[in-house]
């Protein structure tokens, strides 16, 4: 059974910093594509940033410069370094695992976590 599990959550004032976490099991995690979304109320989801197999990365332009994206293949773990946090980014943070093979796409999402910027 495949799960992603997001940590790191929280309220935190504008300017602050906060680091996600997402925990996989289930899937062979070196492989699979890793990526954050976001969903702000009322809004659709959003991809924030994603590390490939092979570590390479991209950013929405929103985030570039304040987010980092990385990844521990020997905890299976996806991380997001979120610096100089804005209001507007406020919203539920989602993990994305995906992976495509011969033409089948695998992805899951974790639950989500929280992300408030508010004084």
């Known amino acids: 059974q495949v799960q992603l599990v997001e940590s790191g959550g929280g309220l935190v004032q504008p300017g602050g910093s906060l680091r996600l976490s997402c925990a996989a099991s289930?899937?062979?995690?070196?492989?699979?594509?890793m990526g954050w979304y976001r969903q702000a109320p009322g809004k659709q989801r959003e991809l924030v940033a994603a590390?490939?197999?092979?570590?390479?990365?991209d950013y929405a332009d929103f985030v570039k410069g304040r987010f980092t994206i990385s990844r521990d293949n020997t905890k299976d773990t996806v991380y997001l370094q979120m610096n100089s946090l804005k209001p507007e980014d406020t919203a539920v943070y989602y993990c994305?695992?995906?992976?495509?093979?011969?033409?089948?796409?695998?992805?899951?999402w974790g639950p989500g976590t929280q992300v408030t910027v508010s004084s």
């Open positions: 994305n695992a995906d992976l495509l093979v011969k033409g089948t796409d695998y992805a899951y």
């Open positions: 590390i490939t197999s092979g570590g390479e990365t």
């Open positions: 289930g899937i062979t995690f070196s492989l699979y594509a």
